[in-house]
């Protein structure tokens, strides 16, 4: 996921060939993992159950850890 300072967030819970090969797709070496809790500029906030991303645009994506992430 692109962050607000123009590198990304990544699953800390991916292996780091899964981040390398994302990484060298986006011709990019800025990331971050994703934040526990709300990242700086306020578009994604984490949990042990997964994250809720707000785009620009204002749409909400969530990405979800577990089945009972959408309780």
């Given amino acids: ?29 800025d990331w971050t993992p994703f934040p526990a809790g709300v990242s700086a500029d306020g578009t994604l906030a984490c949990d042990g159950e997964g994250c809720l991303y707000t785009a620009a645009d204002g749409a909400l994506v969530a990405l979800l850890w ?6």
């Fill in 1 to 29: 996921m692109r962050a607000a300072g123009g590198g990304y967030h990544i699953s800390a819970k991916r292996g780091t060939f899964t981040r390398d090969v994302w990484l060298r797709r986006a011709g990019s070496e």
């Fill in 66 to 71: 577990s089945g009972t992430a959408l309780a």
